[in-house]
């Protein structure tokens, strides 16, 4: 109703309490490609999707490395996204230099946070178009952040952000019980996937999607295209067996099919359909 008399500066209140300027920058963010964030424990996993914008072209990084314990995955103004994350590895920088020992992670998301929030206060400034999940480990443990362009900040044990990101969250909700004790293989495997289900039907290739891990004992680092396309190919070949696992057993039930209907057992006959049923469902 206000939208068009109270958009035009991030400083001007609607009538109805709202920020539009803000509102816009957080819509920049669900325009973004995928980004997904899943802890455990010990280790973190970042996933993201990679769009070239043809196929002429190479796609945008998503996935910056901040320092030897953080990483950080965007959706959204991917500008904006490299100088925010040139400005946290800056702060782990100074603080290294200074304390010598590394930032923990808690502190440089509100470092961030209050960065965004400036922005939505400055007439001469414009919100950060862009969400930022923020995985690290220190001496708490492992941790998942999400930044929003409005200057909040969220813990999560998993979430995903950008284009389609819904599906991701679906699942996610599904297996969240399991990730707290997941091991690193499983948490990059429900990444995976979870990246899979923003890409509604599109097949899955290590072109397409970037992985990168942090855990104990293993700095935060981008998994090769290699890696990642064995890690693809084994799931899938892991679901593939069910269905030729399914099809043989129905095979050895026909056989004694001819002696039943030769001895007109129409009971054998009764228990071989109980037995095929399953198979079919």
């Not at 999940?133 to 999400?146: F, I, K, N």
Request: net charge negative; aromatic share 8%; hydrophobic share 40%.
């Amino acid at each position: 109703m206000f939208r068009n008399q109270y958009d035009t500066d991030v400083t001007t209140w609607s009538p109805a309490g709202r920020l539009f300027q803000v509102e816009y920058a957080m819509e920049a963010v669900k325009q973004g490609s995928a980004a997904i964030g899943l802890r455990s424990k010990t280790h973190v996993v970042l996933a993201c999707v990679n769009k070239a914008n043809s196929e002429l072209s190479s796609h945008q990084k998503k996935i910056f490395n901040v320092d030897d314990h953080i990483g950080v995955a965007i959706a959204g103004l991917t500008a904006d996204g490299r100088v925010l994350s040139r400005y946290m590895r800056s702060e782990c920088i100074n603080y290294s230099f200074t304390y010598e020992s590394p930032l923990p992670v808690g502190r440089l998301v509100v470092q961030l946070a209050d960065k965004a929030q400036v922005c939505t206060q400055r007439s001469w400034k414009r919100p950060y178009g862009v969400g930022l999940l923020v995985g690290g480990l220190d001496e708490s443990g492992a941790h998942l952040y999400y930044n929003c362009p409005s200057g909040n900040y969220f813990e999560y044990q998993a979430f995903a952000i950008g284009s389609r990101s819904q599906a991701a969250k679906t699942y996610l909700e599904r297996r969240f019980d399991n990730f707290t004790e997941s091991s690193r293989e499983d948490l990059i495997k429900d990444a995976l996937i979870a990246v899979r289900e923003t890409l509604q039907g599109e097949t899955l290739k290590s072109s397409i999607c970037t992985v990168a891990v942090v855990g104990v004992g293993e700095a935060f680092h981008i998994l090769d295209q290699d890696t990642v396309q064995q890690l693809i190919d084994a799931f899938e070949i892991v679901g593939e067996p069910e269905g030729p696992a399914a099809e043989p057993e129905p095979e050895p039930e026909p056989e004694p099919e001819p002696d039943a209907a030769a001895a007109a057992d129409h009971g054998a006959g009764a228990a071989a359909d109980q037995g095929v049923a399953p198979m079919d469902i």
